[in-house]
């Protein structure tokens, strides 16, 4: 049997729109690839503003997401958590707010998103990316540019 490939951690670098408009931007594409996200914050009062947040961002669309202390909370596509747990199965992990990765077995993708305006997110993010790129596990840096994102590293 085959090892199952290594977690690639993507760093998305926030400079021209706000957590509230690329974070459900980006787990469209992740729904529309067919796999789970878990979302992960530092604080519950983050996790219930952002829970919010993906039920109104856009008329026209639907995330179905919830916390992690619903009932149903295995069962959601976008799981919204303080935890290290990954009981929805995700494919996806999205980390926020300087969340810390904890064990990334399991996931094909981490996504660690920073507000480049923010110096201790932004300080946070270079921790993160050091520690990661030390482990050998394959990194990329994207930038946001005017229309979507760039890689850059």
Known sequence: MADAPAT???FYHLERTGLEQALPELLEKTLQRGWKAVVRVREAGRMQHLDAALW???DESFLPHGPDDEPQAPRQPILLTTGFDN???ADALFLVDGAE???LGGY???VVLFDGGDEAQLAVARA???AVKATGVAVSYWKQQARGWERQA
Do not use: F, I, L, M
Request: charged share 20%.
């Open 128 to 130: 993160q990316w050091s």
């Open 108 to 110: 094909a993708r981490c």
């Open 101 to 103: 990765p904890g064990d």
């Open 56 to 58: 109104s961002y856009r």
């Open 87 to 89: 009981p929805n199965a």
């Open 8 to 10: 690639e951690v993507w």
